[in-house]
């Protein structure tokens, strides 16, 4: 059977712990929207996709943004779903990451980018976890609903991959990063961690540069992106979660039925 995925020419998959791309894109055609606050770099997708998952998988984006899974899946012959709290484009249905409509274990892989905190307004919707500052504990708990919601809708050994960076906010370093990984663990098994240099930041600019050595703090030079597997047997997290899921569902179904009298 022919290939239905364009060719992807130019890209080289990486081998090392460390990934450093100087633009977003890649190749002619856009790879989401360059202009979007927080877009992900094309190659990042790009490299999780093309080791994770082979054509036809599905792969779903429950924070999707400007669309960048949509787009690199799509040219690799993926199948894609993507999610937005405020969707930017029609192809991006809007959903809140904390309840997916799916099924149970449908997904190959699932690719993440979430907010690192309230340092990017990216809308006005009231559920957009991005109004939650990263020094509040809410913030981590509102992101584990999230994460069981990715483990729910994941086959047994699919692989969640998730961008997420430190944050120095008030004066103060919060490892944003760790504290996520830390939930992550509570559902997962670590596959590999991987750092990607961060480019084209808003404070990569001289004067960010010259405050950072002034006042003594530093400016974000990487991201993490942790690369995490389904295992076959549930954790006692994750037994909890579904059955917190399911209480959270028969409620829906019963507040609907009583909505129909
Ligand atoms: C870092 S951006 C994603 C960027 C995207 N990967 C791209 O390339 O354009 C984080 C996204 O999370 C979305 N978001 C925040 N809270 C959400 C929620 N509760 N449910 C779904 N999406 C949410 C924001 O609207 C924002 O688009």
Same mark, same amino acid.
């Given at each position: 059977?022919?290939?239905?995925?364009?060719?992807?020419?130019?890209?080289?998959?990486?081998?090392?712990?460390?990934?450093?791309?100087?633009?977003?894109?890649?190749?002619?055609?856009?790879?989401?929207?360059?202009?979007?606050?927080?877009?992900?770099?094309?190659?990042?997708?790009?490299?999780?996709?093309?080791?994770?998952?082979?054509?036809?998988?599905?792969?779903?984006?429950?924070?999707?943004?400007?669309?960048?899974?949509?787009?690199?899946?799509?040219?690799?012959?993926?199948?894609?779903?993507?999610?937005?709290?405020?969707?930017? $484009?029609?192809?991006?249905?809007?959903?809140?990451?904390?309840? !997916?409509? @799916?099924?149970?274990?449908?997904? &190959?892989?699932?690719? #993440?980018?979430?907010?690192?905190?309230?340092?990017?307004?990216?809308?006005?919707?009231?559920?957009?976890?991005?109004?939650?500052?990263?020094?509040?504990?809410?913030?981590?708990?509102?992101?584990?609903?999230?994460?069981?919601?990715?483990?729910?809708?994941?086959?047994?050994?699919?692989?969640?991959?998730?961008?997420?960076?430190?944050?120095?906010?008030?004066?103060?370093?919060?490892?944003?990063?760790?504290?996520?990984?830390?939930?992550?663990?509570?559902?997962?098994?670590?596959?590999?961690?991987?750092?990607?240099?961060?480019?084209?930041?808003?404070?990569?600019?001289?004067?960010?540069?010259?405050?950072?050595? $002034?006042?003594?703090?530093?400016?974000?030079?990487?991201?993490? !992106?942790? @690369?995490?597997?389904?295992?076959? &047997?549930?954790?006692? #997290?994750?037994?909890?979660?579904?059955?917190?899921?399911?209480?959270?569902?028969?409620?829906?179904?019963?507040?609907?039925?009583?909505?129909?009298?």
């Amino acid at each position: 059977m022919p290939s239905k995925a364009a060719p992807t020419r130019d890209l080289v998959l990486e081998s090392t712990t460390l990934w450093d791309f100087p633009t977003q894109n890649y190749g002619d055609r856009p790879h989401g929207d360059n202009k979007y606050r927080g877009v992900t770099p094309a190659f990042v997708i790009w490299n999780v996709l093309q080791r994770y998952t082979k054509e036809g998988d599905l792969v779903v984006d429950p924070m999707a943004g400007s669309g960048t899974t949509i787009d690199v899946a799509r040219e690799m012959g993926r199948q894609v779903v993507a999610y937005d709290i405020a969707p930017t $484009r029609e192809d991006v249905l809007q959903n809140d990451a904390r309840c !997916l409509p @799916l099924g149970d274990s449908v997904a &190959t892989c699932v690719f #993440v980018d979430s907010p690192y905190g309230d340092n990017i307004q990216y809308n006005d919707h009231p559920n957009c976890i991005g109004k939650i500052s990263a020094n509040s504990p809410r913030f981590f708990e509102e992101l584990e609903k999230c994460i069981a919601e990715c483990h729910r809708v994941l086959k047994p050994h699919g692989v969640l991959a998730w961008m997420i960076s430190d944050q120095w906010n008030k004066r103060k370093f919060v490892p944003v990063g760790l504290l996520l990984y830390q939930r992550l663990t509570r559902y997962f098994e670590p596959i590999d961690l991987v750092c990607i240099a961060r480019r084209n930041q808003t404070s990569h600019t001289g004067i960010w540069h010259y405050r950072a050595r $002034r006042n003594n703090f530093f400016l974000r030079g990487f991201k993490y !992106l942790f @690369l995490m597997r389904k295992t076959s &047997t549930d954790s006692a #997290v994750v037994a909890e979660s579904r059955a917190q899921y399911k209480t959270v569902r028969r409620k829906r179904i019963h507040k609907r039925r009583l909505k129909k009298l």
